[in-house]
């Protein structure tokens, strides 16, 4: 199958892309490319060519002869969607909508979403499904939702889409982020010894390994049509629903050495635990393989191995409201998030780089 997946150079795209061409498909990256000068360590896998694109600016001509499109490329958590709701909105939902009806038009069979079980929002302790009311806190969460409901009504006969609510991602991956929860508190563990934490750990979060979303997308990629068309499923694994508190107990467990404290109740509502039946019935295939234990010793492996020290672990790129706010803050960005800088290589394709690492690549491109 011909693939082209968006956001490639991004935390999810930089796994997903080499596995999907492991399952045989040939794979293509679109991405405006905002942390490129983000690579926490090369992992040797062959890259996929690359679009340098913004979705916002996507036409059928550039989506010609793809069989599927993997949507990951938006501004991807909670914080970002609060940098500037109307540039969320714009890029979120809308940018997505103009990626969809190009898609469409284009002849593209399959279209898949990169959801997030964020719209469930505040959730309680209460176990949510796909049907389960949703409560959206973010803007990020509503574009979630809006998207979601978009795509269910140009689901059809040739055009199936399926929307992944993924859990919070953790893992390794070359264009890291330590924004998310996981990867955060085993960064703060294995640089300063110290996760102090600003909140008191009780809300429900559930976790998902990166390569368990690259693994659930490949398997909607090889479903029938008829199975995943119009579906939306969560994507995790029900034994990994845990209180924040609890992910800091493994970390702590992985580095013995490390001091946890805990701060008062932060005030941050967003607290769900989530059921992950529907995706093992509509996706037979599908389990987890890797537990949150696994990905803690995962990444203090790679970290002891690469030396990961404050600078490196502190880097804006890996923080990805950082990096956007110095972008915008050093004039790299305009303020609707476009590229100031003039294109040092061709616009449409740069197949020696590709679309996941680029070799050379410390400076961002040009979208
Ligand atoms: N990582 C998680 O925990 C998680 C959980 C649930 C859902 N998701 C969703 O999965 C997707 C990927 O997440 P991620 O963690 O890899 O995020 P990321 O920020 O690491 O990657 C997003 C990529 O998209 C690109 N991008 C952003 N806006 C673009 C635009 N307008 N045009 C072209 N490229 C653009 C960025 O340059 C970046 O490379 C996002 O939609 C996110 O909301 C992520």
Known sequence: MRVLVTGADGYIGAVLCPILAGHGHAVVGLDTRFYAAGLLYPDLADRPAGLRRDTRDVGPADLAGFDAVVHLAELSNDPLGALSPTITREINHRGSMTLARAARAAGVRRFVYASSCSV???????????????????????????????LAAMAAEGFATTCLRNATAFGASPRMRFDIVLNNLCGLAATTGLVAMTSDGTPWRPLVHVRDIARAVALVLEAPEDRVRGEILNVGDDDQNLRVREVADIV????????????????????????????????????CRHTVVDGAREMRALFDAIGLDRDTFGATPFTRLAELRRLLGAGLLDASFRWRVPSPTPHRTDERSGGGIPADDGFPGVG
């Open 120 to 150: 469930y929002g505040a959730g309680g302790s209460d176990v949510r499904t796909e049907t389960s009311p949703t409560a959206p806190l973010t803007e990020y969460a509503a574009c979630k939702l809006a998207c979601e409901a978009d």
């Open 252 to 287: 702590g467990d992985v580095y013995p050495d490390c001091r946890i404290t805990y701060g008062p109740s932060s005030g941050d509502d967003r607290s769900y635990r989530v059921s992950f039946a529907r995706i093992r019935s509509v996706l037979p295939g599908f389990a």
